[in-house]
């Protein structure tokens, strides 16, 4: 079974820093493609960082600069370092996680850490 676990969401205040930890277990063949994505309180998803099989990393414009993602020395872990947090940074964030090249989609989501950011 497919599992998908974030950790490491809290309060901070602007300027502050966070970072997120990202675990993904099941997968017969290893993990190849992982992603943050956050959704704020009345908008709609949005995809932060994404790591591809090949290591390509994309990350989003809203927050380039500020945060980096990178993949632990297990395969399955993905983490995310934030810095320099702003308010519009409040949102629950969430991991995925799929078998294969990233535009094949991510097949497992986990249920997301919140991060609180205060001005």
């Known amino acids: 079974q497919v599992q998908v676990v974030e950790s490491g969401g809290g309060s901070v205040q602007a300027g502050g820093s966070l970072r997120l930890s990202c675990a993904a277990s099941?997968?017969?063949?290893?993990?190849?493609?992982m992603g943050w994505f956050r959704q704020a309180s009345g908008k709609e998803r949005e995809g932060i960082a994404v790591?591809?099989?090949?290591?390509?990393?994309n990350v989003a414009d809203s927050v380039k600069g500020r945060f980096t993602a990178s993949k632990g020395n297990a395969k399955n872990t993905l983490f995310l370092q934030m810095n320099s947090l702003k308010a519009e940074d409040t949102a629950m964030y969430y991991c995925?996680?799929?078998?294969?090249?990233?535009?094949?989609?991510?097949?497992?989501w986990g249920q997301g850490t919140q991060v609180t950011v205060s001005s």
């Open positions: 995925a996680a799929g078998g294969g090249y990233c535009s094949n989609g991510f097949t497992a």
């Open positions: 099941g997968y017969t063949y290893g993990v190849y493609c």
């Open positions: 790591i591809d099989i090949d290591g390509t990393t």
